[in-house]
C-alpha cells in the first residue's frame, strides 16, 4: 500500500491525468470541503487513488473539474468510495454531477455484519488490521498551504480503498449479497436522490398543523425568504436566522416591535434588522401558487396506539431478521423511513419494501409491514401465538 503521491494544482497537468484515468477500470476517491460558512460549499481538494498511484487535486487552483466529472459519470469506470452520498451530492449541488457505476465501502460493510454506518476507520482495522490517526477530521480546507497533517489525513482517506473494496467484495461474494450491495448502491446513480424539496423545512415544522391559514403562509414565506438570503449571500441558513427562532418571527410579527420586546427570546439587533421585511411578508397577499403548496400538505393522521405497537412489534422483528443474517437494521430499514410508514406518513418511500430487503425479510414479514393492521397475541403452553 505504498503508492506514490501526486499533488495537481496545474491545469494542463490534471487534464492530462484525467485523460490517463478515465482509461481506467476503476478509482477511488473522497472530497474536503467547508460548509459550515457558507450555503453552498466549497470544495477545497480531491483525492484519487488508482493503480498504485493517489493524486491530490487542489480544486481552488484548478477551476475545471470536468475531466474528473465526466470519470464520476462514466459507467466503464467503477467508483470505490466510503460514505460516497456525501460526496456526490456535493459534486451534484456544485456541477449538477449525477455518477454511476458507484461502490461503496461502509454500505457494503452493512451487508457483511457492521452496524450502519460505520466508520471508516473502523472497518480498516477489522479488515487491514490497520489503525488510522484521525486527528485532522477537521481542517481548514482553503488555507495554502495546506498543513502536512491534514493532507496525510486526505491520503489515508483514499489510501485503503483498494484493498477494502477487495476484501469486502470477497465477503459480500462468499454471502451471496454482491447483487444487493449494487442495488443499494444505485440509488445514488439518479438524479432524484439528489433534489430537495423547497419546501422540505416547512413540512418538517410541526407548527404548520398548529397555526391558521395566514400564519401558515407567512411561515412558507420566511422559510423561503432566509433561503434567498443564504443564497445570495453564500451563508449558511443559521447565520441569516437560527432556526429556533423561527417560532417567535411567526408569533411576533404581527404584533410589531413590541410584541419582540415582551419575548426577549431574541436578540434585538435580530429583529430590528429585518423586521420591516418581515411585516411585508406578513401583509402580502397569498398568490396561487402558495396556496397550492399549503393544499397539498398532508394532514396529520389520529393518533392510533394500536398500529404504533403493531409496527413496532413488527420492527423487531425485522431486526431479528438482520441479526440472523449479519445485516445492519439501520441499512435495511433506516429508523427515520420506519417513523413515517408507521406513522402512515405519505412520503414513506415504498420501494423499502422491494428488492433486496423483501428478499431478506420474507413475503409474510413484508406483507404485514405493508398493511400493519392488528396483531393478535395468544399466550398457552409457555408459547406466544401472533396472527394477523
Given at each position: 500500500?505504498?503508492?506514490?503521491?501526486?499533488?495537481?494544482?496545474?491545469q494542463a497537468?490534471?487534464?492530462?491525468?484525467?485523460?490517463?484515468?478515465?482509461?481506467?477500470?476503476?478509482?477511488?476517491?473522497?472530497?474536503?470541503?467547508?460548509?459550515?460558512?457558507?450555503?453552498?460549499?466549497?470544495?477545497?481538494?480531491?483525492?484519487?487513488?488508482?493503480?498504485?498511484?493517489?493524486?491530490?487535486?487542489?480544486?481552488?487552483?484548478?477551476?475545471?473539474?470536468?475531466?474528473?466529472?465526466?470519470?464520476?459519470?462514466?459507467?466503464?469506470?467503477?467508483?470505490?468510495?466510503?460514505?460516497?452520498?456525501?460526496?456526490?451530492?456535493?459534486?451534484?449541488?456544485?456541477?449538477?454531477?449525477v455518477?454511476?457505476?458507484?461502490?461503496?465501502?461502509?454500505?457494503?460493510?452493512?451487508?457483511?455484519?457492521?452496524?450502519?454506518?460505520?466508520?471508516?476507520?473502523?472497518?480498516?482495522?477489522?479488515?487491514?488490521?490497520?489503525?488510522?490517526?484521525?486527528?485532522?477530521?477537521?481542517?481548514?480546507?482553503?488555507?495554502?498551504?495546506?498543513?502536512?497533517?491534514?493532507?496525510?489525513?486526505?491520503?489515508?482517506?483514499?489510501?485503503?480503498?483498494?484493498?477494502?473494496?477487495?476484501?469486502?467484495?470477497?465477503?459480500?461474494?462468499?454471502?451471496?449479497?454482491?447483487?444487493?450491495?449494487?442495488?443499494?448502491?444505485?440509488k445514488?446513480?439518479?438524479?432524484?436522490?439528489?433534489?430537495?424539496d423547497?419546501?422540505?423545512?416547512?413540512?418538517?415544522?410541526?407548527?404548520?398543523?398548529?397555526?391558521?391559514?395566514?400564519?401558515?403562509?407567512?411561515?412558507?414565506?420566511?422559510?423561503?425568504?432566509?433561503i434567498?438570503?443564504?443564497?445570495?449571500?453564500?451563508?449558511?441558513?443559521?447565520?441569516v436566522?437560527?432556526?429556533?427562532?423561527?417560532?417567535?418571527?411567526?408569533?411576533?410579527?404581527?404584533?410589531?416591535?413590541?410584541?419582540?420586546?415582551?419575548?426577549?427570546?431574541?436578540?434585538?439587533?435580530?429583529?430590528?434588522?429585518?423586521?420591516?421585511?418581515?411585516?411585508?411578508?406578513?401583509?402580502?397577499p397569498?398568490?396561487?401558487?402558495?396556496?397550492?403548496?399549503?393544499?397539498?400538505?398532508?394532514?396529520?393522521?389520529?393518533?392510533?396506539?394500536?398500529?404504533?405497537?403493531?409496527?413496532?412489534?413488527?420492527?423487531?422483528?425485522v431486526?431479528?431478521?438482520?441479526?440472523?443474517?449479519?445485516?445492519?437494521?439501520?441499512?435495511?430499514?433506516?429508523?427515520g423511513?420506519?417513523?413515517?410508514?408507521?406513522?402512515?406518513?405519505?412520503?414513506?418511500?415504498?420501494?423499502?419494501?422491494?428488492?433486496?430487503?423483501?428478499?431478506?425479510?420474507?413475503?409474510?414479514?413484508?406483507?404485514?409491514?405493508?398493511?400493519?393492521?392488528?396483531?393478535?397475541?395468544?399466550?398457552?403452553?409457555?408459547?406466544?401465538?401472533?396472527?394477523?
Amino acid at each position: 500500500m505504498n503508492q506514490k503521491v501526486h499533488f495537481l494544482d496545474n491545469q494542463a497537468e490534471f487534464d492530462r491525468i484525467m485523460d490517463l484515468l478515465a482509461k481506467e477500470h476503476w478509482i477511488g476517491f473522497d472530497t474536503e470541503f467547508v460548509g459550515e460558512k457558507y450555503f453552498i460549499p466549497v470544495l477545497g481538494l480531491v483525492q484519487v487513488v488508482a493503480e498504485g498511484v493517489i493524486y491530490l487535486i487542489d480544486t481552488l487552483k484548478i477551476k475545471q473539474l470536468q475531466s474528473f466529472l465526466a470519470i464520476v459519470e462514466d459507467p466503464a469506470v467503477l467508483k470505490i468510495t466510503h460514505a460516497g452520498d456525501n460526496d456526490y451530492r456535493l459534486l451534484f449541488t456544485l456541477f449538477g454531477t449525477v455518477p454511476s457505476n458507484t461502490f461503496d465501502t461502509q454500505i457494503a460493510a452493512g451487508f457483511v455484519g457492521y452496524n450502519y454506518p460505520a466508520g471508516f476507520g473502523k472497518i480498516v482495522e477489522k479488515e487491514l488490521r490497520i489503525n488510522l490517526a484521525k486527528s485532522h477530521t477537521v481542517a481548514d480546507w482553503e488555507a495554502r498551504p495546506i498543513d502536512p497533517k491534514a493532507l496525510e489525513y486526505a491520503i489515508e482517506d483514499v489510501k485503503y480503498l483498494p484493498a477494502l473494496y477487495e476484501r469486502l467484495t470477497n465477503k459480500l461474494r462468499r454471502h451471496k449479497r454482491e447483487l444487493w450491495a449494487r442495488e443499494e448502491n444505485r440509488k445514488w446513480e439518479n438524479r432524484s436522490f439528489y433534489e430537495v424539496d423547497p419546501h422540505k423545512e416547512l413540512m418538517a415544522n410541526d407548527l404548520v398543523h398548529q397555526v391558521d391559514f395566514r400564519e401558515k403562509v407567512f411561515l412558507m414565506r420566511l422559510y423561503r425568504w432566509r433561503i434567498e438570503r443564504a443564497m445570495s449571500s453564500n451563508i449558511p441558513k443559521e447565520t441569516v436566522l437560527q432556526s429556533r427562532y423561527i417560532s417567535t418571527v411567526l408569533r411576533s410579527t404581527k404584533g410589531g416591535p413590541n410584541a419582540f420586546k415582551s419575548n426577549r427570546t431574541m436578540h434585538e439587533g435580530v429583529w430590528k434588522k429585518h423586521l420591516e421585511t418581515w411585516q411585508e411578508l406578513w401583509k402580502a397577499p397569498v398568490t396561487e401558487a402558495e396556496k397550492a403548496v399549503l393544499d397539498a400538505i398532508p394532514k396529520p393522521l389520529p393518533e392510533d396506539p394500536e398500529r404504533e405497537w403493531t409496527m413496532e412489534l413488527l420492527y423487531h422483528f425485522v431486526k431479528k431478521q438482520c441479526l440472523e443474517h449479519e445485516i445492519s437494521a439501520a441499512l435495511l430499514l433506516p429508523k427515520g423511513d420506519f417513523n413515517r410508514l408507521k406513522a402512515g406518513s405519505d412520503d414513506f418511500d415504498h420501494d423499502l419494501l422491494h428488492g433486496w430487503r423483501a428478499e431478506l425479510m420474507g413475503a409474510e414479514l413484508v406483507n404485514w409491514m405493508k398493511k400493519g393492521g392488528k396483531v393478535t397475541v395468544r399466550w398457552g403452553d409457555g408459547e406466544c401465538h401472533l396472527s394477523m
